[in-house]
């Protein structure tokens, strides 16, 4: 089955085409010809996820699924939250979003987190949901180069690493967008 996983981000989609394994060809924006940025103006993860799906599904004709995911720290009120992509401001910077989240925890004990992703699946003119959480804690420093965004200094319930010190797989198992992406799968491969 082709599908477009609606993101520029090339992390991402490497992390999903290994999750999936080989029953589905995951297409980006690019290979449909999709160049300019995707809609990202609500203020929820699923608003923003099914904005990302339904501009691609309605200008290019392809079913597709889209992602919103948020870092909530809850010392911070569950902020970062939908912002955490452009938490720091514009343009968006990883390291510039880590910068502030590290500033913003100086002091606090409670460094209690969860990752959150919403996945929006768009299949011939059909919307449908998943979630998926990863619970854990901000380090009080950045640890690991793989991953990307807030990985070097979350780290998941149950481990010693962070996300950005585990394989791939090792996070896939266990991330919330692995999670979030078992259930689409799931969801598929019922669709046999």
Request: with cysteine; hydrophobic share 35%; proline share 3%.
């Amino acid at each position: 089955m082709k599908i477009c996983f609606a993101t520029n981000n090339p992390k991402k989609i490497e992390e999903v085409k290994a999750a999936l394994g080989n029953d589905f060809t995951v297409v980006s924006l690019k290979e449909i010809g999709c160049h300019e940025e995707l809609p990202e103006t609500g203020d929820t993860l699923d608003y923003n996820a099914f904005q990302k799906a339904r501009h691609v599904f309605e200008n290019y004709q392809v079913s597709c699924f889209a992602d919103d995911t948020g870092l909530e720290v809850a010392a911070l009120d569950d902020a970062p939250g939908v912002y955490s992509g452009r938490y720091a401001g514009e343009p968006r910077s990883d390291e510039r979003n880590v910068d502030l989240l590290m500033e913003n925890m100086k002091g606090l004990t409670n460094r209690n987190a969860q990752f959150r992703t919403v996945i929006a699946l768009i299949l011939d003119g059909k919307e449908y949901s998943f979630e998926g959480v990863a619970k854990g804690e901000i380090t009080t420093e950045r640890s690991g180069d793989r991953g990307f965004g807030y990985d070097p200094v979350f780290r998941p319930e149950g481990h010693e690493q962070t996300f950005a010190e585990l394989s791939m797989q090792e996070k896939n198992a266990i991330s919330h967008r692995g999670r979030a992406v078992r259930k689409l799968i799931d969801f598929l491969n019922g669709l046999k």
